[in-house]
């Protein structure tokens, strides 16, 4: 029995010939030219989601640091951290 | 002397100014939102878009590199000087569209409609531009049923076209409503989410430019 699994198993591998019919496995069908378009293809799109994410991320990085660097310049403007050099620089 | 440091000791506490008790509070500015939910919301609708044009791009490399010639024999040359100069004023319209949001961000009213105005200007001139080439190629016999050279040209070029006629669309909503006084110096979100699709539309642009009429 195990034989017969076996072998049905192995099929796909020696009679691959038979997979040119998928609509993905291009080798034999329209020549290396059509292998490549769709290769590059495939790459480009796989790529794209990545490079958006990437780049929602680096927006957000962004965004966190302008805000953090403007509260940092307000709180050093307007805040008592200033009062200690007025109380130090008037003699006491 | 051993009551005098005492005394100055309770007279000069280590820290003057707060005079004790907690540091204060963090600054209001780092416990509200980052990005707004309309950002966020127009982020998203830019990350769609993204993808799908990318799905047109990967149609046209198909096409274009499984060709043996391209542009295909008998078919028309696209006009590359003319659309490079037409890139230019797109680029250009993106500078501006920089500006107003600037100008919008500094609340100066009257420069936010001046920058505003340019865009629309230069973007209605980029789709005068494509249209009248689009007329010549169809006249040449550029058509999108002539295969897949005028199929992919007409789809992708087509589709930022009518990107960009949106984008001119809503610039004029934006104007209409500067002109109104509409926007401030702390209520400006219109003229920013404009001038943020704007700028995907335009940094789109010499990507297809350099696909379809150089490559």
Known sequence: MWIVGALIGLAPMVFHGAADACAVCLNGAGGARLTDAFNWSVLFLMAMPYTILFSVIGFFFYSYRRAAKKARGETEKGTPLRLAWIHKESGR | ?215
Request: with cysteine; aromatic share 12%.
């Open chain 2, 1 to 215: 002397m051993a009551s005098e440091a005492i005394a100055r000791k309770v007279v000069e506490p280590a820290l003057p100014a707060f005079g004790g008790g907690e540091p204060p509070d963090r600054p209001a500015a780092l416990s509200q939102p980052l990005v707004s939910n309309a950002r966020l919301a127009l982020l998203m609708l830019i990350a769609a878009e993204t993808m799908f044009f990318s799905g047109l791009i990967g149609a046209f490399i198909v096409f274009r590199v499984a060709s043996q010639a391209w542009p295909p024999p008998f078919q028309p040359r696209l006009p590359v000087g003319v659309t490079a100069v037409n890139t230019v004023i797109l680029l250009l319209s993106g500078v501006a569209a920089h500006l107003a949001r600037r100008a919008a961000r500094a609340g100066k009213s009257a420069l936010l409609q001046r920058w505003l105005s340019i865009t629309v200007a230069l973007g209605t001139v980029f789709l005068a531009v494509q249209g009248y080439e689009w007329l010549r190629l169809i006249r040449y016999g550029l058509k999108l049923s002539s295969g897949v050279y005028g199929a992919t040209f007409y789809t992708l070029i087509g589709c930022h076209g009518a990107h960009v006629l949106g984008g001119t669309l809503w610039l004029l909503v934006v104007l209409a409503q500067a002109r109104k006084g509409r926007f401030t110096e702390h209520d400006y979100a219109g003229v920013q989410l404009c001038a943020m699709y704007w700028t995907f539309v335009v940094a789109l642009w010499p990507i297809l430019y350099g696909l379809v009429y150089l490559y």
